[in-house]
T-cell receptor
Framework: NAGVTQTPKFRVLKTGQSMTLLCAQDMNHEYMYWYRQDPGMGLRLIHY???????AKGEVPDGYNVSRLKKQNFLLGLESAAPSQTSVYFC?????????????FGPGTRLLVL | GQNIDQPTEMTATEGAIVQINCTYQ??????LFWYQQHAGEAPTFLSY??LDGLEEKGRFSSFLSRSKGYSYLLLKELQMKDSASYLC??????????WGAGTKLIIKP
């Protein structure tokens, strides 16, 4: 049982390049989340998904897109990377969020945009 | 921004007790979480409080006062491995987590 996994672990991009971050979970969780974590700030929600085929915007969605084609995978895309998107990105999942549920986090992806 | 605050950094001695405070302001509240995050790693769940009072779990305890918008995490018998950041987060009326910036706890021998 791997829990939540993320690929890649680290990436360097040039401004304007695109990339996709992959999150996978093997816990059969319905809800999945993408956060970014920056120094001196709390985790901020980018997008989330309440189930296969559905996505919704979080607090800071601009510049990102997501897809949830399979229940176990949640992809985060950057179409044209900017230096302001340099951050550590965490994926999380929870059984549901129709009530109170603990979120389980992946190990993170460190992204540097030059 | 989101109305949740915790100290940036705290230092304590191995074997001692430390209390990390968290204050929040929100109109919709569905509980308060504490997570631990070691440097370069993922946050991991520590505790959840939704009712006022103290929840004890081994060396770690968490307290909540809803009327005061206040919580604390109490760590006893500190060990070097407790050096980490401690994140508090409240769950809002939409069941979304609103996170504090984290408190970096440094343990000295």
């Amino acid at each position: 049982n791997a829990g939540v996994t993320q690929t890649p672990k680290f990436r360097v991009l040039k401004t304007g390049q695109s990339m996709t971050l992959l999150c996978a979970q093997d816990m059969n969780h319905e809800y999945m989340y993408w956060y970014r974590q920056d120094p001196g700030m709390g985790l901020r929600l980018i997008h989330y998904s309440v189930g296969e085929g559905t996505t919704a915007k979080g607090e800071v969605p601009d510049g990102y897109n997501v897809s949830r084609l399979k229940k176990q995978n949640f992809l985060l895309g950057l179409e044209s990377a900017a230096p302001s998107q340099t951050s550590v990105y965490f994926c999380a999942s929870s059984p549901t969020s129709g009530g109170v549920e603990t979120q389980y986090f992946g190990p993170g992806t460190r992204l540097l945009v030059l | 921004g989101q109305n949740i605050d915790q100290p940036t950094e705290m230092t304590a001695t191995e074997g001692a007790i430390v209390q990390i405070n968290c204050t929040y302001q929100t109109s919709g509240f569905n509980g308060l979480f504490w997570y631990q995050q070691h440097a370069g790693e993922a946050p991991t769940f520590l505790s959840y409080n939704v009712l006022d009072g103290l929840e004890e779990k081994g060396r770690f305890s968490s307290f909540l006062s809803r009327s005061k918008g206040y919580s604390y995490l109490l760590l006893k018998e500190l060990q070097m491995k407790d050096s980490a950041s401690y994140l508090c987060a409240y769950m809002d009326s939409n069941y979304q987590l609103i996170w504090g910036a984290g408190t970096k706890l440094i343990i000295k021998p």
